[in-house]
């Protein structure tokens, strides 16, 4: 009358390490000597500290299985289990992020030439060569990398990405035989997602606090450059001596002013979470010769910040 399964399973998620170590990283608490020492610069793998890989190893991926059936009665089967499963990591979409100071692409102008062409691939590259040296990689050192990277969106793999998202799964399901030919089952079944790729929250955001400071005194906006008078005489500071004055008051409010945006695409950051609820009904009756009628019923919801 009563059957148990139990099972688990034990897997070691582990981040993937590029062979020579060309990726890079922003770090967040790292000084920017080309931007006054303010903190937000680039980092490159195995150098100066940084790790090998930028992901963590996830060492507690265990997965246990349980299952249970017991007949109640000679018509009457409950079934119950539960199980966690790990998700297979996905990192940095097509392989094209994380690579800033090793890869990256260049888009010329439309009439660089001045006749509405970009360039001629007879010519190569040795056109506009000399737009794109600065930033033709590689480049040695990720301070420089950093100070290519002014009022740009630099990549950043939060560390602990690499663990990979896991799932609870489990259910409880009632059997009943209506006839000796049919039989309907009524099940709840419940996910939670954790750890899920969400990159929804940006890590260059303005604090709305600098609307109450600075909003009234520039006519409800901040959105002044930085040589206004208003703005001067309002008391800000630049964040470093030789910030461009230029900018608008809110870059460089942000908190990495030197930096347009933070860019955590493609499993950039692994704070989403989801939960998933259903009441999942089924009937079936099988008739003769081999045929036989399946109707099944759902009602769930899903919430999701992933």
């Not at 990726?23 to 150098?47: D, E, H, Q």
């Not at 109450?212 to 703005?231: F, K």
Request: glycine share 10%; with cysteine.
């Amino acid at each position: 009358k009563l059957t148990v399964n139990f099972g688990l399973r034990y897997e070691i998620p582990v981040p993937k390490e590029e062979r020579h170590h060309h990726n890079s990283n922003f770090c967040p608490s790292c000084p920017a000597t080309a931007f006054g020492g303010i903190l937000g610069a680039m980092v490159y793998a195995g150098v100066n500290g940084a790790p090998d890989r930028f992901g963590e190893t996830r060492m507690n991926a265990l997965g246990p299985r349980l299952g249970v059936a017991y007949q109640l009665d000679s018509k009457t089967v409950i079934r119950s289990g539960g199980a966690i499963y790990y998700q297979p990591p996905r990192e940095d979409g097509n392989a094209d992020n994380g690579i800033q100071g090793f890869g990256g692409t260049y888009g010329s102008t439309g009439n660089f030439l001045s006749n509405g062409i970009s360039f001629l691939t007879k010519d190569g590259l040795t056109a506009f060569a000399s737009q794109i040296q600065s930033l033709k990689p590689p480049i040695s050192d990720p301070q420089a990398l950093t100070a290519s990277l002014f009022q740009q969106s630099p990549f950043f793999y939060f560390s602990k990405t690499g663990r990979s998202a896991y799932f609870s799964d489990w259910q409880f399901s009632i059997e009943r035989t209506l006839t000796a030919d049919s039989v309907f089952r009524a099940t709840y079944h419940g996910v939670v997602g954790n750890k899920m790729i969400s990159r929804q929250q940006s890590q260059n955001q303005l604090d709305p606090k600098y609307w109450a400071i600075y909003g009234s005194l520039l006519g409800n906006t901040i959105s002044s450059v930085l040589n206004n008078p208003t703005v001067i005489a309002a008391g800000f500071k630049l964040p470093y001596a030789s910030y461009p004055t230029n900018l608008q008051l809110q870059q460089a409010l942000r908190p990495y002013p030197q930096f347009s945006g933070i860019d955590s695409n493609a499993n950039g950051q692994n704070d989403g979470h989801s939960t998933y609820h259903a009441l999942k009904t089924s009937f079936e009756h099988r008739f003769a010769r081999g045929l036989y009628l399946t109707a099944t019923y759902t009602f769930c919801k899903l919430i999701s910040t992933s």
